[in-house]
C-alpha cells in the first residue's frame, strides 16, 4: 500500500514560519504580546515564531503552555464504540493561581499557536474556553464583557484543505488567522514524530514536496 504521508523536516517548518511572519505582517498588523502553545506540536513552531517575531519588534513574546487532547473513545461497556474525534479534553491549562504565575488575558494580544488545523475542533475549543476565561477577568476587575479589548489571533504551519467543524472561530478571530500553509487532507508526518534516522526523514520530506 502506497505511503499517505506527507512527511514535514525541521528547515520546511522554520522556512514557512520565517515567510509566514514576512507575508502576514506579524508583529506589524498584529503583533502579539503573549504566544499560546498548544501542546505538544505547537510547542516547536511557538518557540521558532517567537525569534522571528523578536528579531522585527525586539520583544522576547512569553509562551504560556496548554494541553488539549482530541481522541477517540473507547468502546463503551455495550461494546459500541463512540464517534472517533468527537471529543476535547484539557489535560493542562493556564495557570491562574499563585501571584508568581499570574497570567493576566486582559488588554493582550494573544496568538494561539498550532501545528495544524485539521477538523478545526481543538482550535474551536481553545478559543472558547479562553474567551470564558476572558470573560471571568473582565468580571473580576469590575468590567463589562469586550470591555477589556483583548484579542485573539491563531497561527497554524499547516491548514489541510477540507471541511471543518460546523462551530466555527468568531469573526475578530478569524482576521487573525494566519496558516503559514496549506496541505491536502493527509497524514503529516512531523519531524518529532519521527524515531528512526532524522536524516532519512529530512529526505522524504524533501520528496514529499518536490
Not at 125 to 151: C, F, H, W
Not at 160 to 165: L, M, S, Y
Request: aromatic share 10%; with cysteine.
Amino acid at each position: 500500500m502506497a505511503d499517505n504521508k506527507l512527511y514535514i523536516s525541521y528547515n520546511q517548518i522554520h522556512q514557512l514560519i520565517d515567510q509566514a511572519v514576512k507575508d502576514f505582517k506579524l508583529g506589524e498588523r498584529f503583533s502579539p504580546d503573549l504566544m499560546i502553545a498548544i501542546g505538544g506540536g505547537g510547542f516547536i513552531p511557538a518557540r521558532i515564531l517567537r525569534s522571528f517575531l523578536k528579531a522585527r519588534n525586539g520583544c522576547n513574546i512569553p509562551i504560556q503552555a496548554i494541553g488539549l487532547s482530541l481522541y477517540e473513545e473507547l468502546p463503551n461497556a455495550q461494546g459500541t464504540p463512540e464517534a472517533p474525534g468527537t471529543h476535547v479534553s484539557k489535560t493542562q491549562w493556564l495557570n491562574f493561581g499563585g501571584s508568581d504565575s499570574l497570567v493576566s488575558l486582559l488588554g493582550r494580544k494573544i496568538l494561539i499557536v498550532d501545528e495544524v488545523d485539521d477538523s478545526r475542533k481543538t482550535l474551536v475549543y481553545a478559543v472558547d474556553e479562553l474567551q470564558k476565561d476572558i470573560v471571568e477577568q473582565e468580571r473580576q476587575a469590575g468590567m463589562q464583557p469586550g470591555e477589556s479589548n483583548t484579542e485573539i489571533g491563531i497561527f497554524v504551519v499547516y491548514n489541510k484543505d477540507k471541511p471543518k467543524v460546523e462551530q466555527q472561530l468568531p469573526d475578530g478571530v478569524m482576521q487573525h488567522y494566519y496558516p503559514a500553509a496549506t496541505t491536502p487532507d493527509r497524514w503529516l508526518f512531523f519531524p518529532w514524530d519521527c524515531t528512526t534516522d532524522i536524516e532519512t526523514h529530512s529526505e522524504l520530506a524533501r520528496k514529499s514536496f518536490a
